[in-house]
């Protein structure tokens, strides 16, 4: 809590491990387009990467995302 203003701290966001529903809403909240927790599970299916818990690093995320792009658009 914070004593000067009595307030809470914002909760702090480790985004090398978001639950995917956390790394949605994130992700939806900064990027300008939609994005659900469905989209980032079949993503997940399709072999995106998580950590061991099944969180997930957003770095690693965004570069598998990254590669996807390139190869579906044939490079």
Do not use: C, F
Not at 16 to 25: I, K, N
């Amino acid at each position: 809590m914070d004593a000067e203003h009595g307030k809470s701290a914002p909760a702090r966001v480790n985004p090398a491990a978001l639950a995917v529903a956390d790394a949605a809403r994130l992700l939806a909240k900064v990027g300008g387009e939609p994005v659900t927790e469905a989209m980032i599970r079949a993503d997940i299916e399709d072999g995106a990467p998580t950590n061991q818990d099944g969180t997930v690093n957003l770095v690693h995320y965004a570069a598998w995302l990254a590669m996807k792009t390139r190869e579906d658009a044939g490079g």
